[in-house]
């Protein structure tokens, strides 16, 4: 049996694509799956470190950290295949719904071990497609998480 990785107390986690913090989880303005709550579970002496490339869902996330007093959140501007992350700094990395956005998965995996720990642990939660799809399926709007 497989247990998901979740943030440890007192560790560093790092959500590649965070969008407006919800993989870090802080509140959102209307119900979303994500990740269990990334800033509750690291503690106060634990870190988060939200990773997203436009500086409008930075804005976002860094308003619902401070609505929600969460001084252990922090969120940089940069590419999933590049995180804007020390080498082995990760804990956990948590990637909800972001890989399949990128044209290179494999760069996007090779940065998120880079960032990690020894010993680190990665939960992915993504689309995957093993065959053709129906062209019905190929809207935004079905594709999107």
Excluded at 47 to 69: F, H
Aim: aromatic share 2%; glycine share 6%.
């Amino acid at each position: 049996k497989q247990s998901k990785p979740a943030p440890l107390p007192r560790s560093t986690t790092t959500s590649p694509g965070c969008s407006a913090a919800s993989s870090t989880g802080l509140p959102q303005p209307r119900p979303r799956l994500a990740p269990p709550p990334a800033a509750a579970a690291v503690g106060p002496e634990g870190r988060v470190i939200g990773v997203d490339m436009t500086p409008e869902m930075l804005t976002k996330a860094r308003k619902n950290a401070k609505a929600s007093n969460k001084e252990n959140v922090q969120f940089r501007l940069g590419e999933i295949e590049y995180l804007p992350i020390a080498d082995n700094t990760a804990d956990v990395v948590i990637s909800n719904c972001v890989i399949n956005l990128s044209v290179d998965k494999p760069q996007v995996f090779r940065d998120m071990l880079r960032v990690l720990k020894p010993g680190g642990r990665v939960a992915v939660s993504d689309v995957v497609s093993t065959a053709e799809l129906p062209a019905r399926l190929l809207t935004e709007k079905s594709l999107s998480c």
